[in-house]
């Protein structure tokens, strides 16, 4: 009976330290990236990776945190393939649910030229979200629409404007070149008057493309519906 109760003594002794050990990995973590996030708000790229690097592996999420915010760094940077890594790696250390990392790993494979993993990526960023992810969405859309696809690029910008929490105005604007070159002017004036709203008239692309539309729908000679012009960005990479 001595015996056991030592051991139950030990044992409790172990996990108590186990629960210590895990609070000050959090505590440290936090503090780690809370110093990088200021670094990296004024431009210090590389000594925020510094700051990020510290977190420890056993600090759960915080340390997937920190590998995808190293990860913005080297994208920053110029560094891209090491971003990839880095995404990846903040991926796996999430057990491959970690939809902001899966979302910047496409943005990342895009830039390289590597489409179809660029679209595997945000797919995957989708499923891991539960269907969500507007931008993911909006930058599929762009794919599909590069490949001539305008059907489906119809409605994946559909969606992007159906899940983002915000005014998404270069997705209205999208949706309406997509619609203008499937014949459908009327409803692509819609959608180039939502973009012109939700930028208070500050939208380049869909200035033009609503003047354009408007000549397509009075039928006036030497309008090109080839012109109409796309955007490509969206939400920029955060930490």
């Known amino acids: 009976m001595k015996a056991k109760k030592i051991l139950l003594a030990t044992l409790l002794a172990l996990l108590t330290g186990g629960a210590s050990m895990g609070q000050e990995n959090r505590e440290e973590a936090r503090d780690r990236i809370k110093r990088g996030n200021e670094r990296y708000a004024r431009a210090e790229y590389e000594a925020a990776i510094e700051e990020y690097r510290r977190v420890p592996r056993g600090a ?52 390289l030229g590597q489409l179809p993993e660029a679209e595997a990526a945000y797919q995957r960023a989708i499923d891991t979200s539960g269907g969500g992810h507007a931008p993911a969405h909006f930058k599929l859309g762009v794919l599909v629409a590069r490949a001539g696809d305008y059907e489906a690029a119809v409605a994946l910008f559909r969606k992007a404007i159906a899940r983002s929490e915000e005014h ?47 000549s397509l729908l009075a039928g006036k000679t030497g309008t090109r519906l080839a012109s109409m012009k796309m955007v490509e960005a969206t939400a920029a990479l955060n930490k």
Not at 184 to 193: D, G, M, N
């Open 168 to 214: 998404f105005p270069n997705s209205h604007n999208n949706l309406g070149v997509m619609l203008a070159r499937t014949g459908r002017l009327a409803e692509a004036a819609r959608e180039f008057e939502v973009a012109l709203r939700q930028t208070d008239g500050a939208s380049d692309e869909a200035t033009h493309n609503l003047k354009l539309c408007h």
């Open 60 to 111: 759960g999420d915080a340390y997937a945190q920190s590998l995808y915010n190293v990860g913005v760094c080297y994208y920053e940077l110029g560094r891209t393939e090491e971003a990839i890594v880095m995404y990846r790696s903040a991926a796996a250390a999430h057990a491959g649910r970690y939809p902001k990392a899966l979302y910047a790993l496409g943005v990342a494979l895009e830039d």
